[in-house]
């Protein structure tokens, strides 16, 4: 990013035939995405890369089409429906541990990209569709996954430079092959939790968010979702769901292997809050360090490092003239870096949300999820299993990172280090 792009509130960012501006004064950026939302619908260009993926599923879809979407999905995140989910959350967890448990025996190093992405992957299809990853299909999705990632954000250069908006971006033949072995997967996936909910001796199979998605109906009409809208609906589920958290949870430990008094201050307040048990739903609100933590990777390493829109027609924005298919982009990473809206802008300081500080916060500066009608569904979710992820890992486990002067962030379909950060795990044990 030019370094303008974190001092000033509104401007250009590059040269291409298409404008594309990004903006960054909270009042600005709260009006395009809840003021104006016909305004700045979705970007073309993302919703042509996630196409083949997800459909016009809720993620990319827009207007009437997306408020029915959002309508129907959302029982599967009321806060109910996440504290059903939470055992599914720790047994994930548990599982983790085990494996982490026989790293830290053999020494060997690993990589975090990958065993979070495989953490958090577990925690979706355990949680969606009651089924553990190391089941076949589950894993199939996951792997497949792996090669969407990491292509799917290779768009030409020059067709960002040089391509007029709303043209049709061509992905690769790898892309769409990942695409249709991971909605092959996620059908078959489908089928299993249709087949368990009409056998009545399997009551525990039908406890999902797949399901709570199967039994939504349009409230206008009663329809539920057909096969194909469950696949592009849970699929974003899948897509939205790990890769985001994912990224955030390895910057997270990243940042603690480097900073080891980060690591005992949360050791800490387990002692304090929870003791020696496992850590239950009702203590995740207890662990506000812990949460702070997280809250402040997010703020620094923001999973989506860009939330783009288009204008679909001419309009301005605080004076500024915004042409129609000018790609407007809403960037949390340069926004929470800001040097207008954060002191000392690039410390990773987790207690600047502490109560007595974060009335300090500029509104607006700080928006991980997005904000507006178009919030992320998944918040709640991903702030109780990060926490709970955090908190079980750290009690257990130093990490050492290795070659950590070498890490260099870019910005993929999440934010994500260049290379991948290989670790090292040695059980903690208390001094
Ligand atoms: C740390 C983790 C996560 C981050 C940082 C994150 C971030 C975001 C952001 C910024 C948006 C808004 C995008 C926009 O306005 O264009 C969004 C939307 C969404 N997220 Fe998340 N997300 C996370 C985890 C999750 C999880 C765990 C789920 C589901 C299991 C999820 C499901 C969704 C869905 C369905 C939408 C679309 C909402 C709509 O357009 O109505 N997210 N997310």
Redesign the pocket.
């Known amino acids: 990013m030019p370094a303008d792009a974190y001092k000033v509130p509104i401007g250009p960012l590059g040269y291409s035939r298409r404008s594309i501006v990004i903006v960054n004064d909270p009042e600005w950026v709260r009006s395009i ?1 809840t003021d104006a939302i016909e305004i700045f619908p ?2 073309d260009l ?1 919703k042509g890369a996630l196409h083949p993926l997800v459909g016009d599923s ?4 827009d207007g009437e089409t ?1 408020k029915r ?2 309508r129907m ?1 959302e029982p599967a ?1 009321s806060f109910i429906r996440i504290t059903k989910a939470f055992a599914a959350m720790q047994n994930a967890v548990g599982d983790h541990i085990g494996m982490l448990d026989q790293r830290a025996d053999s020494g060997e190093p690993f990589s975090l990209d990958f065993s979070m992405s495989h953490l ?1 992957a577990d925690i ?1 299809c355990r ?2 569709f009651s089924s553990s990853i190391a089941s076949g299909t589950a894993l199939d999705v996951f792997e497949s996954f792996a090669v969407f990632e990491r292509n799917v954000s290779n768009v030409k250069l020059s067709h960002l430079i040089f391509g007029k908006a709303w043209s049709k971006v061509p992905q690769s033949k790898i892309v769409l092959d990942a695409c249709i072995r991971i909605r092959e997967q996620l059908g078959k996936l489908i089928d299993d939790c249709l087949a368990s909910q009409d056998n009545s001796n399997d009551p525990d199979g039908s406890d999902n ?1 797949a399901r709570t998605v199967m039994d939504a109906r349009d409230g206008d009409d009663g329809r539920p979702f057909t096969r194909d809208e469950l696949i592009d ?1 849970l699929g ?3 897509l ?3 890769e ?2 994912a ?2 949870l390895t910057w997270a430990f990243f940042i603690i292997s480097e900073r080891p008094e980060i690591a005992e201050r949360i050791r800490a307040e387990i002692q304090t809050e929870v003791g020696n048990q496992h850590i239950a739903f009702e203590d995740i609100r207890k662990l506000a360090y812990t949460r702070n933590v997280f809250r402040e990777a ?1 703020r620094l390493y ?3 490092t860009f ?3 288009v204008a679909a027609e001419t309009t301005t924005l605080g004076g500024h003239k915004i042409k129609k298919g000018a790609m407007v982009m ?1 960037a ?1 990473w340069a926004i929470h870096r800001h040097q207008l809206y954060w002191d000392h802008p690039d410390a990773f300081d987790p207690d600047r949300f502490s109560p007595q500080r974060e009335k300090d916060l500029v509104r607006g500066a700080y ?13 709640t ?3 109780i ?2 926490t709970l992820i955090l908190a079980e890992l750290v009690r257990r486990f130093d990490f050492h990172a290795e070659a950590a002067e070498k890490v260099v962030p870019v910005a993929r379909l ?1 934010t994500r280090p260049r290379e991948e950060i290989m670790v090292r795990v040695t059980a903690y044990s208390k001094p």
């Open positions: 995405m979705k970007n993302m809720l993620f990319v879809s997306w979407q959002r999905v995140f958090t979706i949680t969606v968010l609906q974003v589920f899948f939205a769901g790990h985001t958290t990224s955030v997010l923001p999973p989506l939330i783009p829109r809403i949390p928006l991980p999820f997005g904000q507006g009608p178009r919030v992320c569904a998944g918040a979710f991903a702030m299993e990060s999440t």
